[in-house]
């Protein structure tokens, strides 16, 4: 998939108050990480520098500062994501990422019944 250079863990911490809001300036950014994260302005604006290098969130001048907007969908991003884990762990294979959990115990009763609705979903396309 095209588009912007991969998002690491500590700029998708920046990207996600801007999925939540967004113009922000960098302060703005900053204040609302500063309570969750322990992160200095210094390092939540050089965080938003990256984002912006790799295209991953545009910056509009105003006045005397930059409003920060995200140009990669939270949508978008996760799948990305997904599709990464799935490859690395199990080999870009569903069942055996279900079977994992599963095994571990991880599935609550709402989480089989969920599946299953997708299973019958997906054999009604068939």
């Known amino acids: 998939m095209a588009g912007p250079g991969a998002i690491s863990e500590a700029e998708a911490v920046v990207m996600q ?8 300036s960098a302060e703005e950014v900053f204040a609302a990480l500063s309570a969750r994260s322990g992160w200095a302005e210094p390092t939540v ?14 910056a509009q001048k105003q006045g005397r500062r930059y409003l920060y907007s995200p140009c990669v969908e939270r949508t978008q991003w996760v799948a990305q994501q997904s599709e990464g884990l799935l490859d690395r762990l199990f080999g870009g294979r569903v069942a055996p990422l279900v079977a994992h959990f599963s095994e571990r115990g991880k599935l ?19």
Do not use: Y
């Open 17 to 24: 108050v801007l999925w939540e809001r967004h113009p922000l």
């Open 45 to 58: 604006k050089t965080l938003l520098n990256r984002l912006l290098n790799k295209g991953a969130v545009s």
């Open 108 to 126: 609550s009763a709402q989480d089989i019944a969920e599946l299953k609705r997708l299973v019958r979903e997906l054999d009604d396309e068939g």
